[in-house]
């Protein structure tokens, strides 16, 4: 299937090419023609999939070719700021020059700049639904017109707490409008969501094949405690192979202290957490996109949504608080095709969290060590997480680290299972 299949407006067609998207990913060879029509949808398919054009191309082509009106016609709802700014880039890039024109509503920026987009003609609105609620309740922004309402991983949004918002704000939409719902599950309270905001909504779940699986190399190494963590990471950044990462840890403070650490040795490093103020967050940001910055270290907040396509490594520095955390960071990387490292660092004691990560994605994360920075502490022998019994294939066999050849521990050298399930 081709771009120049689905009838898009040739300025679509333009800045899909200039995007350098040859073919459509298989979410948006399903999503583009219903989409297209008119139907109600509920996608649920992995971060990196290509979701974001898959319903924005359907949406800017409307948007074109009824030309433009006086309010604004899709709102696109995204659980953070950086999500929602990042859809705006999209959006924005694929609309091009002259395009339907995009208005990004997100908490933490100045309301002047948003009340002064909102003055000028708007097609295309992404919002935080916080940010969207106290404009709505300022009565600055006028719904009546939206045809197209977009719920981008509306499990996310209802995990932070934004039911009644969406609730509220699809309270104040045409009844007759077109839902398109985006979400990692489509089950328990999505789907619940999902029936009250959609009207004879098609289901599309993707299937999680391994060529669209991201070719994200897995490990997982113990330490000792706090000290030798700290050694482990010296020693992952100054592997070669390593262009960009985003380091996480589990608090702020942490966030902080470690990228200041990093900073001190030298390391073009920079903090991304939730404490900081809108602007620090998107210079953060800058710098990651521009290739400054080479380390960013985020809470999970803070990097939820994080797109940047020269990332090769994610490094779990303290392990995340939601298994479902752990998919989600290792999804920046290995984006769109591209093959990227996923380093988790544990405590012995940590073991239990560990085998609900694994439990959650349905495989194992192998076990490594570092020559000379071994853990002292003896590792249990452990039963390997099976979740199948899939024979590993011979491309899994062959499958090699991003980064250097690593010595294989005991665990290592049993089956090894790929990370295939549950991406978001
Ligand atoms: P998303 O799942 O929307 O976050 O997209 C992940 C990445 O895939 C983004 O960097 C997109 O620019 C890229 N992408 C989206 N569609 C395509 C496509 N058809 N071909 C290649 N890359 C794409």
Same mark, same amino acid.
């Given at each position: 299937?081709?771009?120049?299949?689905?009838?898009?407006?040739?300025?679509?067609?333009?800045?899909?090419?200039?995007?350098?998207? !040859?073919?459509?990913?298989?979410?948006?060879?399903?999503?583009?023609?219903?989409?297209?029509?008119? $139907?109600?949808?509920?996608? $649920?398919?992995?971060?990196?999939?290509?979701?974001?054009?898959?319903?924005?191309?359907?949406?800017?082509?409307?948007?074109?070719?009824?030309?433009?009106?006086?309010?604004?016609?899709?709102?696109?709802?995204?659980?953070?700021?950086?999500? +929602?700014?990042?859809?705006?880039?999209?959006?924005?890039?694929?609309?091009?020059?002259?395009?339907? /024109?995009?208005?990004?509503?997100?908490?933490?920026?100045?309301?002047?700049?948003?009340?002064?987009?909102?003055?000028?003609?708007?097609?295309?609105? *992404?919002?935080?639904?916080? /940010?969207?609620?106290?404009?709505?309740?300022?009565?600055?922004?006028?719904?009546?017109?939206?045809?197209?309402?977009?719920?981008?991983?509306?499990?996310?949004?209802? @995990?932070?707490?934004?039911?009644?918002?969406?609730?509220?704000?699809?309270?104040?939409?045409?009844?007759?409008?077109?839902?398109?719902?985006? $979400? +990692?599950?489509?089950?328990?309270?999505?789907?619940?969501?999902?029936?009250?905001?959609?009207?004879?909504?098609?289901?599309?779940?993707?299937? /999680?094949?391994?060529?669209? =699986?991201?070719?994200?190399?897995?490990?997982?190494?113990?330490?000792?405690? !706090?000290?030798?963590?700290?050694?482990?990471?010296?020693?992952?950044?100054?592997?070669?192979?390593?262009?960009?990462? *985003?380091?996480?840890?589990?608090?702020?403070?942490?966030?902080?202290?470690?990228?200041?650490?990093?900073?001190?040795?030298?390391?073009?490093? =920079?903090?991304?957490?939730? @404490?900081?103020?809108?602007?620090?967050?998107?210079?953060?940001?800058?710098?990651? /996109?521009?290739? %400054? +910055?080479?380390?960013?270290?985020?809470?999970?907040?803070? =990097?939820?949504?994080?797109?940047?396509?020269?990332? &090769?490594?994610?490094?779990?520095?303290?392990?995340?608080?939601?298994?479902?955390?752990?998919?989600?960071?290792?999804?920046?990387?290995?984006?769109?095709?591209?093959?990227?490292?996923?380093?988790?660092?544990?405590?012995?004691?940590?073991?239990?969290?560990?085998?609900?990560?694994?439990?959650?994605?349905?495989?194992?994360?192998?076990?490594?060590?570092?020559?000379?920075?071994?853990?002292?502490?003896?590792?249990?022998?452990?039963?390997?997480?099976?979740?199948?019994?899939? &024979?590993? %294939? +011979?491309?899994?066999?062959?499958?090699?680290?991003?980064?250097?050849?690593?010595?294989? %521990?005991?665990?290592?050298?049993?089956?090894?299972?790929?990370?295939? !399930?549950?991406?978001?």
């Amino acid at each position: 299937m081709r771009f120049t299949d689905f009838g898009l407006a040739p300025t679509l067609l333009q800045s899909i090419a200039a995007a350098g998207y !040859h073919a459509p990913t298989p979410v948006q060879a399903q999503t583009l023609p219903p989409a297209l029509q008119g $139907s109600d949808l509920l996608v $649920s398919s992995a971060t990196g999939s290509g979701k974001t054009a898959a319903f924005l191309l359907p949406c800017l082509h409307r948007l074109i070719a009824t030309g433009p009106q006086r309010r604004p016609r899709v709102l696109v709802l995204a659980p953070t700021r950086e999500l +929602a700014q990042q859809v705006g880039r999209a959006a924005q890039a694929l609309a091009g020059r002259g395009g339907p /024109r995009v208005a990004v509503l997100v908490g933490g920026a100045p309301y002047a700049v948003q009340l002064k987009a909102l003055k000028g003609p708007v097609d295309l609105v *992404v919002a935080t639904p916080g /940010r969207l609620m106290d404009h709505l309740q300022r009565g600055r922004l006028d719904l009546a017109g939206i045809s197209t309402l977009v719920l981008d991983e509306a499990d996310r949004m209802l @995990d932070l707490g934004f039911a009644e918002d969406i609730e509220a704000i699809v309270a104040r939409l045409p009844a007759g409008r077109q839902t398109l719902l985006f $979400s +990692a599950t489509l089950d328990g309270v999505v789907g619940r969501l999902a029936e009250r905001v959609t009207r004879a909504a098609l289901r599309i779940e993707i299937a /999680r094949t391994p060529e669209a =699986a991201p070719r994200i190399d897995q490990r997982l190494l113990f330490a000792d405690g !706090h000290e030798h963590k700290l050694r482990l990471l010296d020693h992952l950044l100054k592997d070669q192979t390593l262009k960009q990462a *985003v380091v996480f840890t589990a608090t702020k403070v942490g966030a902080e202290d470690l990228a200041r650490r990093l900073q001190q040795q030298g390391h073009a490093a =920079a903090p991304l957490h939730g @404490d900081m103020g809108q602007g620090a967050r998107n210079r953060a940001l800058r710098a990651l /996109r521009e290739g %400054s +910055a080479r380390i960013l270290v985020a809470t999970d907040v803070a =990097a939820r949504g994080l797109d940047v396509p020269g990332l &090769t490594h994610v490094i779990n520095f303290d392990l995340p608080m939601q298994a479902e955390d752990y998919v989600h960071r290792i999804g920046r990387t290995g984006r769109a095709g591209r093959t990227g490292a996923a380093w988790t660092l544990a405590h012995h004691r940590e073991r239990g969290k560990v085998r609900g990560i694994e439990r959650y994605t349905g495989a194992s994360i192998p076990v490594a060590t570092l020559p000379g920075l071994e853990p002292k502490a003896v590792i249990p022998e452990q039963k390997a997480f099976a979740p199948s019994r899939r &024979t590993p %294939s +011979a491309a899994d066999r062959g499958r090699r680290p991003a980064g250097k050849p690593l010595a294989p %521990s005991a665990r290592e050298r049993a089956p090894r299972h790929d990370m295939r !399930h549950r991406q978001h």
